[in-house]
């Protein structure tokens, strides 16, 4: 897509009459075409990894099944792919390409997924109780880009400064 607000901007339109329609007020100021591109790549992500999760959770019940193919909460990008966020991301701002910025919001909302899984090794830890977690979830859908952002810059972060060895370290330190 060439231009993602022009994208979004009829669905958005069409998504507001339809709420005016229908009685309900919509506040269309917190409606953004240039923002809907995240959400969209929001939702893709959510409903992907909780498919794999729960499909992966319904393998371990099998019986049998010992295989194990690692835990959501230890995954990491790793720096191949941060780098590759940052020099698309200067590439893409720079040159004012839009395919570019895309695949820049695109792996930026992946780190999202990692610092998703951050929140799940500080569970498994013993950093966060399984309210912290689940509240995190709950409030996904409500602060999408506010949470998006956070969740991203924390796993992005979690690549360079490795928060987990970290953290183990500083738990270590106080036994």
Request: with cysteine; proline share 3%.
């Amino acid at each position: 897509v060439a231009d993602p607000a022009a994208f979004w901007q009829p669905v958005l339109t069409a998504t507001a009459e339809l709420a005016r329609q229908s009685g309900l007020e919509l506040n269309t100021e917190l409606l953004n075409a240039g923002l809907m591109t995240v959400s969209a790549t929001l939702a893709f992500w959510t409903l992907s990894v909780t498919a794999l999760l729960f499909g992966y959770g319904l393998y371990r019940k099998l019986p049998g099944e010992t295989a194990d193919y690692g835990r959501f909460r230890n995954l990491s990008f790793g720096r191949v792919l941060a780098i590759a966020l940052a020099l698309i991301s200067l590439a893409g701002f720079a040159i004012g390409l839009p395919l570019l910025e895309s695949i820049a919001l695109v792996l930026f909302v992946a780190f999202c997924v990692q610092g998703l899984a951050l929140v799940h090794w500080m569970h498994a830890g013993g950093i966060l109780p399984l309210a912290a977690v689940a509240a995190v979830y709950v409030l996904l859908p409500l602060l999408q880009i506010l949470l998006i952002t956070i969740l991203a810059v924390v796993g992005y972060m979690d690549v360079w400064f490795d928060f987990r060895r970290r953290m183990r370290n500083a738990y270590r330190s106080e036994e």
